[in-house]
C-alpha cells in the first residue's frame, strides 16, 4: 500500500529545496527545507492513519456479512489516532492473540527491522512534537526523503500480521 499523498508532498517539496542555488538562497533553502520535513510528517501521520483504517475496514469487510461488516466499519473508523508500534500491535491483538504475535515475528526478522521501527518511532515523535506543542525536532531532509519508504514497511507488516491465520493443526 503505497502512501501517495507523503510522496507527492515530498516530490513538490524538493523542488523548492533544490531549486536555489546561491548562497543566500541556501541558507533560506534549510529553513524552507526544515519547515517542508516538518509538514511532510503531519501528511505522513495522517495518511498512515487512513491507511491503517483501510486494511483495517478491507479485513472486517472481507470476514463479515455486509450488515456486521457496516457496523464493526463504522465503529472502528477513525479509531486508530496512535500509531506507534505499541499501539500497532495493540490493534493487531484485538483480532486474536495471533496477530499480534504474528506482528511481533515479522518486526524482529524484518531486514534491518530495528532501523525501521527506530526511524518510525522518531518521525511518530517528531509529528507529536511539531503538532502538539510547536517545538521542531529538526528532521533533516535527507530523513524525510525516508518517511514514505519507512512507512509503506511498516503498512506491509500490519497488512500481513493482520491477514495471518496460524494453520489449522492436523486432528
Known amino acids: 500500500m503505497r502512501l501517495e499523498k507523503t510522496r507527492l508532498v515530498f516530490e513538490e517539496s524538493k523542488k523548492v529545496v ?6 543566500s538562497e541556501l541558507v533560506a533553502s534549510y ?7 516538518e509538514y511532510i510528517l503531519i501528511i505522513f501521520y495522517a495518511e498512515m ?3 491503517i483504517d483501510k486494511i483495517i475496514g478491507n479485513f472486517i469487510k472481507k470476514h463479515s456479512n455486509s450488515g456486521i461488516s457496516e457496523f464493526l ?6 479509531r486508530f489516532k496512535h500509531i506507534d508500534k505499541q499501539k500497532l500491535r495493540e490493534t493487531l491483538k484485538l483480532f486474536g492473540k495471533h496477530k499480534g504475535n504474528r506482528f511481533d ?3 524482529k526478522n524484518s531486514d534491518s527491522a530495528d532501523s525501521v521501527f527506530s526511524k518510525y518511532s ?3 515523535e517528531a509529528r507529536h512534537s511539531i503538532a502538539h506543542s ?4 529538526n528532521i533533516s531532509w535527507n530523513e524525510a526523503s525516508e518517511v514514505a519508504d519507512i512507512g509503506e514497511k ?3 507488516i500490519f497488512e500481513d500480521s493482520l491477514n495471518f491465520e496460524p494453520p489449522q493443526a492436523n486432528r
Open 105 to 107: 515475528k515479522l518486526v
Open 49 to 51: 492513519e487512513e491507511k
Open 18 to 23: 533544490t531549486g536555489n542555488t546561491s548562497e
Open 134 to 137: 510547536g517545538v521542531s525536532k
Open 154 to 156: 511498516i503498512l506491509e
Open 73 to 78: 466499519c463504522n465503529l472502528f473508523k477513525n
Open 122 to 124: 522518531n518521525f511518530i
Open 31 to 37: 529553513l524552507v527545507a526544515s519547515y517542508l520535513a
